[in-house]
């Protein structure tokens, strides 16, 4: 099972990017999705995150109005639309998909893309 994040890269603040995420090995069409993100010294926390049939969202109150999560299950794939990004920001994002709820934990994990907001 392999979940591989892409979209990264260097922005300047106010600026947008897409992540995207895509699965291979098992199909997730079933699962929650998320992004999480982990800043240097700091924990990893959660983003963004889906449920399977994309009714339900759940967002960190610091990147609400700015970020957009979305899945299509046809491609097995998850985005997050990053809008009016700003230097806190700046972090590795990864994605991951779980068979619990948007808060539970979660158990599949792919490797990060780094966003790095700077001018």
């Known amino acids: 099972v392999q979940l591989q994040a892409s979209g990264g890269g260097l922005v300047q603040p106010g600026g947008s990017l897409r992540l995207s995420c895509t699965a291979s090995?098992?199909?997730?069409?079933?699962?929650?999705l998320g992004w999480f993100r982990q800043a240097p010294g700091k924990e990893r926390t959660i983003v963004a995150g889906?449920?399977?049939?994309?009714?339900?969202?759940y967002y960190v109150d610091s990147v609400k109005g700015r970020f957009t999560i979305s899945r299509d299950n046809a491609k097995n794939s998850v985005y997050l639309q990053m809008n009016s990004l700003k230097p806190e920001d700046t972090a590795v994002y990864y994605c991951?998909?779980?068979?619990?709820?948007?808060?539970?934990?979660?158990?599949?994990w792919g490797h990060g893309t780094l966003v790095t907001v700077s001018s």
């Open positions: 889906i449920t399977w049939n994309s009714v339900g969202t």
């Open positions: 991951a998909a779980g068979t619990g709820g948007l808060l539970d934990p979660f158990s599949f």
């Open positions: 090995g098992r199909r997730f069409s079933s699962d929650a």
